[in-house]
């Protein structure tokens, strides 16, 4: 990694919010700034702001390719993977551009980070030495060849690249590199506790069902959009973890301006829970948030907030009095069927709306097509099926 001349340096500085586009047409030419570098910098340091704000604000941050920018986790995502862990030793298998790494680095004494690419381990060095993280040592190498010779440690943390050769996105465990659910028995022989990153896409089943040492399922979603899928694995577990319940699985719902809201279960608990079913909408209605709709915690929300489920697909719930709830809730203004009139008047003076579908025959664009309405304003239309098979439109407002 070449050191930035002054002049590269006072030019990021200067046009750091600039449009980068806009830069690179410009033409501008200076013999002693590079062009190419000040853009890649800039175009950086602009994602940091969004995702890791306090990196941002370190002006001897180096910042890699923007694909390694845009895969890197946010720093709320990893705060909330420091939370799990902590102790004496962490080593991270899968380096990266070392967000993880320095913000799980303050919840241990000495971390080492391991990465296979040399041009990554050099900004990382150079990025941990800024940050004053200077008790993470840098090793350049493969991760599976560094596991298999590497002394234990009280924590591993590896996230497996999930694209294939063709750059395509994977999803399974074992279409990753490296493949966990080989390598499970070796990680969680070298550690007390293991902490894997896989797709927020993989199916919660699926991770349950191919990892053995797995104690706890953590699905983190940031302003309602599922981020995160992070897997604890212990060969000897000190968590409360029930054998015939199953890992506990944890959904967290981070939010830039509401206090995070938690919910845990089991799969066992789930499949066991007393569902209210709702014979009609009543006065409120609740969305789960997306962690708990991606762990699939559908009958036991009703058990345990008291509110009726409108259908056993829809995971849309209702109840007569406002009630507590881990998702968005809305106070009911109409409800209607599909037949002309009735749609007439529930649609008067509706000219916007926010359109969702909750397992409806119509995609969102078809139905905003057929109720003519433009997107946006206050009014929240949900299209869904009640537990008779009925489809109704539900007006409402946020509360």
């Known amino acids: 990694m070449n050191e930035l001349t002054p002049e590269t340096k006072a030019f990021i500085s200067l046009h750091r919010s600039d449009d980068v586009h806009t830069l690179a047409l410009s033409g501008r030419k200076n013999a002693l700034v590079d062009m190419n570098v000040a853009i890649e910098q800039i175009a950086g340091w602009q994602i940091a702001a969004r995702k890791i704000p306090s990196w941002s604000k370190v002006d001897d941050i180096r910042y890699p390719r923007r694909l390694s920018m845009e895969q890197c986790s946010s720093e709320q995502t990893a705060r909330y993977k420091a939370s799990l862990v902590g102790g004496n030793s962490l080593t991270d298998l899968t380096g990266g551009f070392g967000v993880d790494c320095a913000f799980l680095s303050v919840r241990f004494k000495e971390v080492c980070y391991v990465e296979r690419q040399s041009?990554?381990?050099?900004?990382?060095?150079?990025?941990?030495?800024?940050?004053?993280?200077?008790?993470?040592?840098?090793?350049?190498?493969?991760?599976?060849?560094?596991?298999?010779?590497?002394?234990?440690v009280d924590c591993i943390y590896i996230d497996p690249a999930r694209r294939d050769k063709y750059g395509g996105k994977t999803v399974t465990i074992s279409a990753c590199e490296p493949d966990i659910s080989a390598l499970e028995l070796l990680l969680v022989e070298k550690a007390g506790t293991v902490l894997v990153k896989l797709s927020p896409m993989l199916d919660v089943t699926s991770a349950c069902k191919d990892l053995h040492f797995i104690r706890q399922l953590h699905v983190v979603s940031v302003q309602n959009e599922c981020k995160e899928l992070l897997a604890v694995l212990q060969k000897t577990s000190d968590l409360s973890c029930d054998e015939n319940e199953g890992p506990v699985i944890v959904c967290e719902e981070i939010?830039?301006?509401?206090?995070?809201?938690?919910?845990?279960?089991?799969?066992?608990?789930?499949?066991?829970?007393?569902?209210?079913?709702?014979?009609q909408v009543e006065s409120f209605l609740y969305e789960p948030y997306s962690a708990m709709l991606k762990a699939g915690a559908y009958r036991i929300l009703s058990q345990t907030y008291g509110v009726k489920k409108l259908h056993v697909n829809s995971h849309l719930y209702t109840s007569d009095e406002i009630l507590p709830f881990p998702g968005r809730r809305f106070k009911v203004t109409g409800v209607s069927g599909f037949g002309k009139k009735e749609l007439k008047s529930f649609l008067q003076d509706v000219h916007k709306a926010n359109i969702a579908v909750r397992n409806f025959p119509l995609s969102v664009a078809e139905l905003r097509k057929t109720l003519k309405l433009q997107d946006g304003g206050t009014c929240y239309i949900f299209a869904t099926t009640l537990a008779d098979g009925k489809h109704v439109l539900v007006k409402c407002e946020k509360v």
């Open 119 to 152: 041009e990554l381990c050099e900004l990382a060095k150079h990025n941990f030495s800024a940050l004053n993280l200077n008790h993470i040592r840098v090793c350049c190498d493969d991760s599976v060849a560094y596991l298999q010779r590497m002394d234990a």
């Open 255 to 279: 939010s830039h301006d509401r206090p995070p809201v938690r919910f845990e279960f089991t799969r066992k608990a789930e499949e066991n829970a007393a569902v209210r079913w709702a014979e």
